[in-house]
Structure formats: structure tokens, C-alpha cells
């Protein structure tokens, strides 16, 4: 028995009493592998529908008896994250690493520090990435599980799964966090769409850390340059925070000055966090 027929016999448990007629109808739905993912979502009219080849459960048509059991015997398991990430066809192998790789007791005091200062959807892609790194750490194929982020999360989630390998979750972000904190108008609104424009933008930004040294640094600045010239926005982005990495962008800038058309800078009020812009 597959992973999506385990779920399905799990739902049935739960359902059938109540949604009998559903189960009778549909009966041949694993015939040929039709039914290839589960997604727990708010989509459907009702507490299980079908929709073409995946079957949509809605626990907010679900009685309160229904929505404990399928904390406890589906979601609690953590047969999957967040219902749809890692469900597809022929995924009990990414089941299985998305188990063994689940967050540890750090990793999950990092999700527990921006919970309230993202966006959900943010919060489940960090999960599911941290997911991703702990398998790429133990040299596993990581191909489907960033599919399955890159899928869910079309327009920035390879961006946001590429950042939390380098660790710029761990250190950066929450480092950005504490320094906008020290700013009088201080709004969380405000640090929530820096990260986001930060995670949209990482094609073309270069991102200044105590971890990467001058001279790496300024090769990373040549080679976006050399390149973005050639395919990209017109633009390369420099950000830093904390006064050392303020200097360190502000000595980049200043080298390749020369090789672009403008640069703007902008600082906090503290001076310790740098966004400059290169237009070329």
C-alpha cells in the first residue's frame, strides 16, 4: 500500500460514516494511479472533494470530532507538511526524508522566532526548506522535495529554499531583524516586505556578511555585474547590516564606482543597515 492509499484509508476511517455516498462514488479512484496527491486546503465545498486528480479536504467542513482525528492520526504523524508540499505521485520516498529530516529543537526555535513576523506562506516554505537542507546535509537527492517548494511557492520559493541553505535565516534576517528593531517607527510591516523584496530580489544582490571576506565579496560583485550586464535587470543590489558590513558595502561601491552609471545608497537611521542600489 502506497503512501497516498495509507492517507486515503485514514481519511476513510474518519469520513466514511457520515460521507458514505462519497466513498461508494469513488471507489476506482486509485485504479491507474488517477488520485496523485491529498491537499489539505480551503478550497473545496466541502469536507472531501475531488478535483480532477487530486482529492481536497477541507477540515473547516469537518465536525470537531473529524478535525481531532485527523490531527491526530494524519497531521500529527507528519505523513506530510502542511498538507500539499510533499504529496505527489510517487513520493513515499520524499515522505520518508521529509520525516528523518523534520526540524530539530534549534531549528524549530528559528521557525518559533518568525512565526509572527512573516507571512504563513513564508513560514511553511522556511519548514519545508529546512526539510530540504537537513537531506541535502546528508548528501540525499534533493531534486523533488525543492520541486515540491519550487511548485507551491512558484515566484520566490527556490530563492527562499537557496537562502535558508546558506544560512541567511540563522544569521541575516533575524541579525536584520534586531537592528530595524532599534528604529523609533519600527513596524513589523516594514521588516516583513524588506525580507520578502530581499528573497525576490537574490538574482541580482549580493548580500554582505561577516562569513564572506573582502576579496570574496568583491568577486561575488564582479561576476553579478559581468553577468547582469549581459542578461540582467540593469541593477545589482549591495546589502549589509551592522556598522563593519555598512563600511564593507560602502568600500564596494566605491571600487566599481567607476563601471556603472548610478549608485544610491540608503541607510537606517542608526546606520546599520545598507541597501545600495548599482544601476549600469
Known amino acids: 500500500m502506497n503512501l497516498l492509499e495509507i492517507v486515503f484509508e485514514k481519511l476513510k476511517s474518519i469520513f466514511e460514516v457520515r460521507l458514505s455516498d462519497f466513498f461508494k462514488n469513488n471507489t476506482l479512484i486509485f485504479k491507474n494511479n488517477s488520485l496523485i496527491n491529498i491537499n489539505f486546503s480551503r478550497k473545496s465545498n466541502s469536507a ?165 571576506t573582502y576579496d570574496a565579496l568583491s568577486g561575488e560583485v564582479m561576476f553579478k555585474l559581468t553577468n547582469l550586464k549581459k542578461y540582467g535587470t540593469g541593477k545589482l543590489l549591495i546589502h549589509g547590516i551592522g556598522h563593519g558590513n555598512v563600511t564593507t558595502a560602502l568600500k564596494l561601491c566605491d571600487k566599481y564606482k567607476s563601471q556603472v552609471i548610478n549608485i544610491k545608497i540608503e541607510l537606517n537611521p542608526s546606520k546599520t543597515v545598507i541597501t545600495t542600489t548599482l544601476t549600469f
Open 48 to 212: 472531501l472533494e475531488l478535483n480532477g486528480d487530486a482529492l481536497l479536504v477541507n477540515l473547516d467542513h469537518a465536525t470537531p470530532e473529524e478535525k481531532k482525528r485527523v490531527k491526530e492520526e494524519i497531521i500529527d504523524h507528519r505523513v506530510q507538511i502542511e498538507g500539499e508540499a510533499f504529496l505527489v505521485k510517487h513520493s513515499s520516498t520524499n515522505v520518508k526524508k521529509v520525516k528523518e529530516n523534520l526540524p530539530d529543537g534549534t531549528e524549530q526555535e528559528l521557525l518559533d522566532f518568525y512565526k509572527n513576523k512573516l507571512t504563513p506562506e513564508m513560514c511553511k516554505a522556511l519548514e519545508a526548506s529546512i526539510v530540504v537542507r537537513n537531506a541535502f546535509r546528508k548528501k540525499e537527492d534533493i531534486t523533488e522535495l525543492k520541486r515540491g517548494i519550487t511548485r507551491k511557492y512558484p515566484s520566490w520559493g527556490n530563492n527562499l529554499s537557496n537562502m535558508v541553505s546558506e544560512g541567511y535565516f540563522d544569521d541575516y534576517f533575524k541579525n536584520l531583524y534586531f537592528d530595524m528593531l532599534k528604529d523609533e517607527n519600527f513596524d513589523i510591516n516594514t521588516y516583513r516586505r524588506t525580507v520578502e523584496s530581499n528573497i525576490n530580489s537574490l538574482p541580482f544582490t549580493v548580500f554582505v556578511t561577516k562569513y564572506k
